[in-house]
């Protein structure tokens, strides 16, 4: 993702998840070039989220874990 799109994406974690610490933007290489990732903590684990849908995904799956 370009790095609007992951700059909007770390504020959404932040802002949607009490349990998760952003960590920040991370710039990676790839077959198509470059684009961004965004590292969070998550209790003892370090994530990357390459997207909104994956983000969207692991945070439906905790919603779903806290019902």
Do not use: N
């Amino acid at each position: 993702m370009d790095k609007a799109t992951a700059d909007a994406l770390a504020t959404c974690i932040s802002q949607e998840a009490h349990y998760a610490h952003v960590k920040g933007l991370r710039k990676v290489s790839h077959a198509e070039g470059t684009a961004y990732v965004v590292e969070v903590t998550i209790g003892p684990k370090d994530c990357i989220f390459a997207s909104f849908q994956e983000w969207e995904h692991h945070h439906a799956q905790v919603q779903a874990l806290g019902e």
